[in-house]
């Protein structure tokens, strides 16, 4: 399970995707966010599938390697759907106990949540997964760069996030070391319900903690001894430049919005 988070994750290849400037990259990603939660009918949710398979397609991004990190938030994906089924009233009320209710609408929301929540997974994962956590904070921080002017800390958080993905991979190597070697000493971890399963997990949190604050020590200590003190007067080795290819996919990030709210606004059915 642990294997299967893939956030956080680079996947090197040699694709017109990861060739993109980051900043075109975090563009499509707020872009594609706002079309999935802006969509309505079913037009509008073919466009956005339709483009998220070509993205898919031209990344050189395995589908198995993107649908894998799914595994780890399907509990996620199941109680998001219950809590739409079960609280939402529509028009044709199927089954009735007390507050709860199973109408045609709860069903219809439940199935729309799964779906816009398996989208979100996939089109997050798939920026991280063709842009290293360097570029990234490059992108972050150029883009944000107008917000020093008002005292904004825009290399601040632009490290934090760099920081955090790389912790990801980190932690998720050190939680399965962990577990082997609670396993090793006869510690079940697979067996039982979700209670029983989730008690198991304790004695796992105070060492990956412990190991989790010794890594932050240790490269706050590291960046203290080399002099760091954010990003006042730093230069890049690679400076962020647009090419033709990224006006190119601004021009496609911008039909695919327009067409997503078009679809929207004219052919909304079926509701």
């Known amino acids: 399970m642990l294997r299967d988070i893939t956030i956080g994750q680079y996947y090197p290849a040699e694709s017109p995707i990861h060739k993109l400037d980051p900043r075109v990259k ?26 998220l398979v070509a993205m898919i397609a031209v990344s050189s991004v395995p589908l198995s390697y993107i649908l894998k990190g799914l595994k780890s938030i399907v509990v996620i994906l199941i109680i998001t759907s219950l809590f739409n089924v079960v609280f939402t009233t529509g028009d044709i009320v199927f089954v009735k106990y007390g507050p709860f209710v199973i109408s045609d609408a709860g069903i219809r929301n439940g199935i729309v949540i799964i ?23 490059d992108g972050l921080e150029r883009s944000m760069r107008h917000l020093a002017k008002i005292k904004f800390p825009v290399h601040a958080i632009a490290m934090m996030m760099s920081i955090a993905l790389r912790f990801i991979p980190i932690l998720i190597d050190e939680t399965d070391k962990i577990m082997k070697a609670q396993m090793a000493r006869g510690a079940d971890f697979e067996t039982g319900g979700l209670i029983k399963r989730a008690k198991a997990m304790v004695p796992l949190l105070v060492p990956l903690f412990v190991s989790a604050f010794r890594r932050a020590d240790d490269l706050a200590m590291a960046m203290e001894a080399r002099c760091y003190n954010g990003g006042v007067g730093r230069t890049k080795m690679n400076p962020l430049r647009y090419g033709k290819k ?8 911008f039909a695919f919005l327009a067409a997503v709210i078009t679809a929207r606004i004219l052919l909304p059915w079926p509701m």
């Open 26 to 51: 975090l563009f499509a990603t707020l872009i594609y966010v706002i079309a999935l939660f802006v969509f309505k009918g079913a037009l509008g949710f073919g466009i956005i599938t339709v483009g």
């Open 115 to 137: 779906f816009r929540l398996i989208y979100l997974i996939m089109g997050t994962s798939l920026m991280t997964l063709t842009t290293t956590p360097n570029q990234l904070t």
């Open 246 to 253: 990224d006006a190119i996919a601004y021009m496609i990030i």
